[in-house]
């Protein structure tokens, strides 16, 4: 039998004239479209770890700039509180919310106070320190004794350090059996600077050795880093770094007061209790 012309021949691209179970079926062609899809989807290993590396090192070299920074103790200044070889965190943030108290332990940059000017770092030393691969040499870390306005004086009859006139016990943070100082001093703190000490006295460069610097061996508050305020490592002297008892003395803060207080104001109290003893002195005359 002739084929009729105007019928179309059956396409074999097309899957016309296959039997049903030869058909491509829609299942078939959703899994081949998924799998097109993952394979677009899916990023390089290499890809995602370079993402990964550069975000932490944004985030470290934004801690360590702004909040809080890790330092190592090359000296025994401040035996036994701080040992060589701790490492201590450094709180960058806690002065923009309160003053620099006495007791803090507070590590300062010595460039331009202590020591002299240092030469601008190169740019591969300001890398290496924003990572905590390197830091700057000149760097100290002592414990505040005095703060602006403070008298402090070496020493009182029973060998003390006073701090406005208040004897200091020294006992659980300066070095077993070292005196609270040899070296005499008689200070009153310039406004906008700190008298500092290290804890072992008998092997620490810190304001009694420097009286004849400018400034009477004080050091400027702008040159303060920040506070030490925990060890870090090693693990056995994981801890914190608390101001101590003696500086919380009720008669410090109140001889503090009356330090700070304008001499107006101070004057203007006397010549107030003045008046009222003498006027009761005429109500009972």
């Known amino acids: 039998m002739t084929p009729d012309p105007a019928t179309p021949a059956p396409d074999a691209e097309s899957g016309a004239g296959l039997p049903d179970d030869q058909e491509p079926s829609d299942d078939d062609e959703n899994d081949e479209s998924s799998q097109q899809n993952a394979t677009k989807r899916k990023r390089p290993f290499w890809r995602d770890l370079a993402v990964i590396v550069i975000a932490a090192l944004v985030l470290t070299i934004l801690l360590k700039a702004f909040v809080v920074q890790v330092f190592s103790i090359p000296s025994g200044s401040m035996e036994n509180t701080l040992l060589p070889g701790d490492r201590i965190l450094v709180n960058k943030m806690v002065y923009r919310f309160r003053s620099i108290e006495r007791g803090d332990i507070v590590v300062f940059s010595g460039s331009g106070s202590w020591d002299p000017p240092t030469p601008a770092p190169s740019l591969w030393d300001r890398v290496t320190g924003l ?28 060998g003390q350090v006073t701090v406005n006139g208040v004897a200091l016990s020294e006992s ?37 050795y420097r009286v004849g610097d400018p400034g009477g061996g004080t050091i400027p508050e702008s040159a303060v880093v920040g506070r030490a305020f925990v060890i870090v490592w090693p693990l ?15 008669a410090l803060r109140a001889a503090a007061a009356t330090a700070a207080a304008p001499p107006a104001a101070v004057g203007g109290g006397v010549a107030a209790l003045s008046g009222g003893v003498l006027f009761w002195r005429r109500r009972r005359s």
């Open 172 to 208: 659980s943070y300066v070095y077993p059996g070292a005196a609270p100082s040899q070296i005499r001093f008689n200070i009153t703190v310039p406004p906008g600077r700190l008298w500092v000490m290290g804890d072992n006295r008998a092997d620490s460069d810190d304001s009694r």
């Open 131 to 158: 990572v905590g691969i390197a830091g700057p040499g000149t760097d100290y870390v002592k414990r505040v004794i005095g703060v602006p306005g403070d008298h402090v004086v070496c020493c009182n009859a029973a």
């Open 236 to 250: 056995s002297r994981i801890g914190d770094l608390p101001i101590p008892n003696t500086f919380q003395q009720p």
